[in-house]
DNA sequence: CTTCTAACTAGTAATGATTACTATTTAATT
DNA sequence: AATTAAATAGTAATCATTACTAGTTAGAAG
């Protein structure tokens, strides 16, 4: 992979938002930087960062792919609102309630290589 | 919500898969039992089913939102294949691997309503 | 049982997030 | 400096999902 400044411009952006951009809004960010950056390229961009573990996806519930910073936290997700908040001090003993936000649902996702595809490899 | 016979098809499709269909694997699977359904009634159904907390989403990493059946379990998802694979005896004492798939990250997503949701019912 | 009506459906059109394509540019190696 | 595979800008295409409309139905109330 490259290094090129639409690339590294995108990654900044990333690992400095606390905003779980989606890819327009990387795209409206980044384009204040380089006015003429093509939203293809974000998506490119993004999608390749993604692969090679540097940054990371958040799901919120609504059609929208969401990036995050690669920085081992948790995320609770409204329902409703789709709100996303940051959690760095996850605790399993109340698991009911997180700051006064009512915990319904919790998802528990390993990722990972399969057997099939490390043989494949 | 209403009883009707394409959203009772719908229902049982999702509790008796382990596949994590996507919508149009359930409509394939619908149109079996009522050759006429139509997709946008499975699309509308699997957004009220899931609404109503009655079937749950699981995202593979491409495109397409999956469904899955309410019954406590994890997941672990390729990040090659897109694979999932159910767990029902996740082991946090060793989680680098999970039966020969090896793990390279854990999300641990909690859903639920946030505190200004809450405010506002 | 009949009436009523809001919820639901089938079928189709529209939307919009994402991907693909193409001519041009550029990182970085020789 | 020359070379070239990888990347980009700009645009067109794709396709999963949602919206719309006229007709149908579940289920409550008389």
Redesign the interface.
């Known amino acids: 992979m490259r290094s090129t400044k639409q690339r590294n411009v995108i990654l900044d952006i990333i690992n400095n938002s606390c905003s779980h951009l989606d890819a327009y809004g990387v795209y409206e960010e980044a384009r204040k930087q380089i006015s003429n950056i093509s939203l293809g390229t974000v998506y490119r961009n993004l999608n390749a960062l993604e692969k090679s ?1 540097l940054i ?2 958040v ?1 919120d ?1 609504t059609d929208k792919i969401r990036y995050d910073k690669k920085d081992f936290h ?8 789709h ?1 996303i ?1 940051d ?1 760095y001090d ?1 605790n399993f003993k109340n ?1 009911s309630t ?21 043989k494949e490899e």
């Open positions: 573990h990371d996806v799901y519930g948790q995320h609770f997700i409204c329902v409703k609102c709100k908040i959690i996850l698991i997180y700051k006064n936000n009512v915990v319904m649902n919790c998802k528990i996702i390993l990722e990972g290589i399969c057997e099939k595809c490390q």
